[in-house]
Nanobody, 115 residues
């Protein structure tokens, strides 16, 4: 089992920045990749960014150049730095830990971009 706790969401104006954190506990050694997803009202959950245990990153086209995923292995935590936020980034953001055969999810943290 892996437990995930997100933090760092909030209300920010367009053009602003936020950093989301996801702290993992439990069977950390079983995680081969971590990621962030988001779900806006009335829309399907979508991939935002992933990072593998080897450090390879992947981003949705909509966030490339604005968002950065990173990790701190010593703290069992990964982050999503979000810059130049847009109203369309408003969503519930979920962190995700991938093991074989299970994906684990956090409870979600709300990000609202509005003036």
């Amino acid at each position: 089992q892996v437990q995930l706790v997100e933090s760092g969401g909030g209300l920010v104006q367009p053009g602003g920045s936020l950093r989301l954190s996801c702290a993992a506990s439990g069977r950390i050694s079983s995680i081969y990749a971590m990621g962030w997803y988001r779900q806006a009202p009335g829309k399907q959950r979508e991939l935002v960014a992933t990072i593998t245990s080897g450090g390879t990153t992947n981003y949705a086209d909509s966030v490339k150049g604005r968002f950065t995923i990173s990790r701190d292995n010593a703290k069992n935590t990964w982050y999503l730095q979000m810059n130049i936020l847009k109203p369309e980034d408003t969503a519930l953001y979920y962190c995700n830990a991938r093991t074989v055969p299970t994906f684990y999810w956090g409870q979600g943290t709300q990000v609202t971009v509005s003036s």
